[in-house]
């Protein structure tokens, strides 16, 4: 059970208590035995009663969520430092890796000895470690795409905002213009009708 874990694979091999022999188990744990040996590791966790065998067979078969589940019941002494081991394995899988981490600091806290715990420790904080960095440059990036998309609907704004003044501009003087043509008329028109009344008062008076 104490195989090093690679970065996303762990090997693990069932592990019998001392002594134990195939034939003081009962005829279901027999049966899953023999599945187990055979490779079919989904029907042997339906048969283990145990649940440190049961974990084993479900992580073989990818089943990591139950095998962590199963790991984390386990009492029995004699396998609980591989349980908790495994544990940490089922999780790392699983991409939990603070409860990895958590798992292998466990057993480290039992046994500082723990070569693998102690490898796979620093590999889940490792990754920890990346995800960290990922998240922070992820968060680095949005917050430049915020600013990005602030500027650029300020930028809009005031273009709209200036276009709007000289639109504004722009009426002003065409009305400025118009009253201006329209007081020249006037004073046109005005200049128009005092010759005509000049032009008529001459008349009269030839007369």
């Known amino acids: 059970m104490r195989q090093i874990l690679p970065a996303t694979v762990a090997a693990l091999t069932l592990v019998l ?23 079919d590791y989904g029907q042997a966790a339906e048969g283990f009663g145990d649940d440190y065998r049961r974990g084993v067979a479900l992580y073989k078969s990818g089943r990591y ?3 962590a589940d199963a790991f984390s019941r386990v009492e029995r002494p004699a396998v609980k430092e591989d ?12 991409g939990d890796f603070t409860g990895a981490a958590k798992a292998y600091e466990a057993v480290l806290s039992a046994n500082p000895n723990h070569e693998d715990a102690n490898y796979n420790l620093s590999l889940a904080r490792a990754m920890l470690a990346r995800m960290e960095q990922e998240m922070y440059e992820k968060q680095k990036e949005e917050q430049r795409r915020k600013k990005e998309e ?31 043509e329209q007081k020249e008329q006037q004073q046109q028109e005005q200049k128009e009708q005092q010759q005509q009344e000049q032009k008529d008062q001459q008349q009269q008076e030839q007369k």
């Open 150 to 180: 602030q500027e650029r609907k300020e930028k809009e704004r005031q273009e709209q905002q200036e276009k709007k003044q000289q639109q504004e501009h722009q009426e002003q003087e065409q009305k400025e213009q118009q009253q201006q």
């Open 17 to 39: 208590v001392s002594g134990a022999r195939a034939d003081l188990f009962l005829n279901q744990e027999q049966e899953a035995y023999e599945h187990f040996q055979t490779g």
């Open 65 to 67: 969520q139950e095998a």
């Open 83 to 94: 349980a908790g081991y495994n544990l940490g394995n089922a999780r790392f899988q699983l």
